[in-house]
């Protein structure tokens, strides 16, 4: 029976001897890749930590026509704060914010078949740059 076959012991094949450990040390040249990027390596903390507060800038026909108006919009986490989002702002696009306007969508009721379900909620923040101050988000849009 082949099923009992794998529990009996095969005495027809040689027993296999543990091999000798050679003793020899070989050194191993690591070459490191060169990173080409226009971000430079070092990251400060205040820009990671702007990096994850700010998710993305809007990109609509609102937030265009007040861009014009020196006013950005940009979609934040939900626990973020003014005074953090301004200092988000001013270290990472390197301006000075005149004032910062916060704003809480809820989200929009779905209908998936029979089932009722609800988009994500998200946290808009409404930027103001003092004036001559500008950020290039919107060009080309």
């Known amino acids: 029976m082949p099923i009992l076959d794998r529990f009996r012991k095969n005495t027809d094949a040689p027993a296999k001897k543990p091999a000798a450990k050679k003793t020899t040390t070989k050194k191993v040249v690591v070459k490191k890749a060169e990173v080409k990027s226009d971000t430079p390596a070092i990251v400060a903390k205040n820009d990671a930590l702007a990096i994850r507060l700010l998710v993305k800038p809007r990109v609509s026909e609102k937030a265009a ?47 998936r078949g029979k089932r009722m379900s609800y988009r994500q909620d998200i946290k808009k923040a409404l930027v103001t740059l003092k004036k001559g101050e500008t950020i290039s988000l919107y060009e080309g849009v």
Do not use: C, Q
């Not at 007040?66 to 939900?78: I, N, P, Q, R, S």
């Not at 704060?81 to 990472?92: D, F, G, P, Q």
């Open 65 to 111: 026509r007040l861009a014009d108006k020196g006013t950005y919009v940009f979609e934040v986490v939900m626990n973020a704060e003014k005074v953090s989002i301004r200092k988000a702002v001013e270290s990472l696009y390197g301006v000075k914010v005149d004032s910062v306007r916060i704003i809480r969508v809820s989200g929009k009721p779905m209908r």
